[in-house]
């Protein structure tokens, strides 16, 4: 008979808390069943154990040169970078990271299922639409849900979700108002907003994962490089692309990718494929998000790995431990965005996610957005907690609360569109 203090990682909070619960050991017929818990609770504590908070205790590290090609010449101009090194970096993602990215299909269709005009109390044009890609004779069906603002005179720019939270967020009905997807704010705005969920496209768990898009490309589940859930979520985002080119109440030259967490991670991907997206927001994405991969604090790549297999490819597993031989990071990934801008968020309560090696990797980004004559209004150090810099083509903020996506996420998006659109309901 003993007693266990149980330590549980809550994926939603992206963070390890201590629960007290107190276990005690009875009868020898539960026996097996409370050691496997009693295992498992071990094995969380842990990669509890290996984080660190503490940023003295980070230590040094060297980030792989962005400016510099694999055969190690420089890298000076943007035809340099453009003929050249974002290719590469691309590249080292793909066989490294997020694995490939499959280009070619056989047919893709789109349905309109649902429509209301006078949506939101008639400020707005509602369409649910069904996008179905076909191929190897398997098809896959991702349900876009899409509000337009009314009476523009002109298509409407567009803010595009992948949401990895409950359904509810995006009802169509809007019976029930989530924070996560405050569609009334944005379509006031004078934004379209739109949103699909990630399970469409790969259902997010390690056992089913493979039961979307990767039906299409099963070539890819025998490579080591190969896609997998984020590069699935990504690749349905570029379907959602193909859909605005097809929508004229929409400007598709104007369209931002949204992500949240993983989520987040999978629109700094998508963004990076496929360059018709305007602008990418990475909301509180973290570990092989936006946040640094180097710096030992908050979650790593070992951690990542082993709790989402089902995320990156196999040759990712491989610097479990060793982020030293990366010979990427995300930074890079920021930098083959540009010249087009790029907003990321932190929380205050969530350390998990590495606030400040986010804000650094946006700053060493800065150099390629140089090339282009762009020029950075980030400071010099982490900014404050509540004070967002909303100029492109970097922008960022720290704000108070947990890992969550919130209306005051949203506002600065808008904000941050707006200074690159020169606000599109003024026009």
């Not at 943007?78 to 080292?92: A, M, N, P, Q, Y």
């Not at 949506?119 to 098809?139: C, D, F, Q, Y």
Request: proline share 6%; charged share 20%; net charge neutral.
């Amino acid at each position: 008979m003993f007693a266990l203090v149980l330590v549980g990682y809550h994926p939603i909070n992206i963070q390890f808390q201590v629960i007290h619960h107190f276990i005690f050991y009875q009868s020898t017929h539960h026996h097996m069943k409370q050691l496997s818990l009693f295992i498992g609770v071990m094995l969380f504590s842990c990669l509890a154990s290996a984080q660190n908070y503490d940023e003295s205790k980070v230590g040094s590290y060297t980030l792989p040169k962005i400016l510099e090609s694999n055969n190690g010449s420089k890298i000076n101009t943007v035809k340099d970078w453009e003929s050249e090194r974002r290719g590469e970096i691309i590249s080292l993602f793909e066989e490294h990271v997020y694995g490939q990215m499959p280009k070619k299909f056989e047919q893709i269709d789109f349905k309109l299922k649902n429509e209301n005009k006078r949506a939101m109390g008639g400020k707005a044009h509602l369409k649910e639409i069904e996008i179905k890609v076909t191929n190897n004779g398997e098809s896959v069906l991702i349900n876009l849900l899409l509000f337009i603002p009314l009476n523009l005179k002109k298509p409407a720019p567009a803010f595009v979700l992948i949401n990895n939270r409950p359904h509810s967020n995006t009802s169509p009905t809007r019976e029930t108002v989530s924070g996560f997807w405050p569609a009334e704010d944005v379509i006031a705005a004078g934004y379209a907003i739109a949103a699909f969920h990630v399970s469409d496209a790969a259902p997010d768990d390690k056992n089913t994962y493979q039961n979307g898009v990767l039906r299409l490309y099963p070539e890819q589940l025998k490579a080591d490089n190969g896609m997998k859930a984020i590069g699935a979520w990504a690749w349905a985002a570029s379907r959602v692309m193909d859909y605005f080119e097809t929508d004229k109440d929409i400007d598709a030259k104007k369209v931002g990718i949204v992500g949240h967490s993983r989520g987040g991670k999978a629109s700094l991907w998508a963004a990076a494929q496929d360059q018709r997206f305007a602008m990418c927001f990475t909301n509180n994405s973290g570990s092989t998000g936006a946040a640094l991969s180097k710096r030992w604090f908050g979650e790593t790549v070992a951690i990542i790995n082993k709790s989402f297999p089902h995320w990156f490819n196999n040759n990712y597993k491989k610097f479990n431990d060793n982020e030293k031989e990366l010979p990427v990071d995300q930074h890079m990934l920021i930098a083959s965005i540009a010249p087009r801008p790029v907003y990321a968020t932190n929380a205050s309560e969530d350390l998990w996610a590495d606030p400040t090696g986010t804000f650094l990797a946006m700053k060493e980004a800065e150099p390629v957005y140089a090339l282009y004559q762009l020029k950075s209004r980030l400071p010099d150090n982490p900014p404050p907690l509540d004070t967002p810099f909303l100029k492109p083509p970097l922008g960022y903020h720290n704000r108070t609360g947990k890992h969550d996506l919130t209306p005051y996420d949203w506002k600065q998006f808008v904000s941050f569109a707006n200074y690159y659109y020169q606000n599109p309901t003024k026009k």
